[in-house]
């Protein structure tokens, strides 16, 4: 999965709790891109990073924030989880400037059951 | 905005038949497109792309994919599947000077033997 990890890969937790997601990478690469995959609805984007401490919101960031400190680390933090936050987490990076036809790698995922 | 429509949830096709799977995108300025495969329990994996040049675009494991302008379609084809190509399939696009990938629903291509 192209030098991307993600941590934990399954969680089980309780509404109200607060979750960190962790996605590491090892390819340098400037942008990375949290997704959650539903069925029915593709993939959707919750939030970006272009560059260390820039980050900014997808389509579906309500409930969500993210950090990232260092090249190689994207966190995705479910400040107060809900179900409806219960979905499989992707991790996403990419190389090259914005607007140009570079493909996203993807992690592996975390199964993340709110109950 | 820019949006992905994969009008099929399910595909089936006997192994050793064609295989199509149907793509339209709607966008501002210039289209790129991509292909991604889902097998089970993994993440997804990079097909093919198409940036700008040839409409037939080459990608892995015998898959192609025909881009058409005036149709607004990405078509993904494969001339022989195999049980092997069993997997969900997303189709993607971002328009130019964005790098926010739009995903279809995705398409679950079932190929028996």
């Known amino acids: 999965d192209a030098g991307i990890t993600q941590s934990p890969r399954h969680k089980v937790t309780e509404t109200g709790t607060p979750v960190t997601l962790r996605c590491h990478q090892t390819?340098?690469?400037?942008?990375m891109y949290w997704y959650r995959q539903d069925p029915g609805h593709g993939l959707r984007l919750i939030h970006y990073?272009?560059?260390?401490?820039?980050?900014d919101k997808g389509e579906v960031s309500d409930g969500y924030s993210v950090s990232r400190s260092k090249t190689e680390d994207f966190l995705l933090t479910l400040e107060s989880a809900t179900s409806s936050q219960t979905s499989v987490y992707f991790c996403a990076i990419s190389a090259g400037l914005a607007g140009t036809g570079n493909e996203q790698f993807f992690g592996p995922g975390t199964r993340l059951t709110v109950l | 905005a820019q949006s992905v429509a994969q009008p099929e949830d399910q595909v089936n096709v006997a192994e050793g038949n064609p295989l199509t799977v149907k793509c339209t995108y709607s966008v501002s300025g210039n289209p790129y497109l991509f292909w991604y495969v889902q097998y089970p329990n993994r993440g997804l994996q990079f097909l093919l792309k198409?940036?700008?040049?040839?409409?037939l675009v080459k990608g892995s494991y015998g898959f192609e994919a025909e881009f058409n302008k005036s149709q607004t379609s990405f078509h993904l084809k494969k001339p022989s599947a195999l049980v092997s190509d069993s997997a969900l399939y997303f189709c993607?696009?971002?328009?130019?000077?964005?790098?926010?990938?739009?995903f279809g629903a995705g398409t679950t291509v079932t190929v028996r033997a």
């Open positions: 390819e340098n690469h400037r942008y």
């Open positions: 990073s272009y560059g260390v401490k820039d980050t």
């Open positions: 993607a696009v971002r328009g130019g000077g964005d790098y926010k990938l739009s």
């Open positions: 198409y940036i700008t040049g040839d409409n």
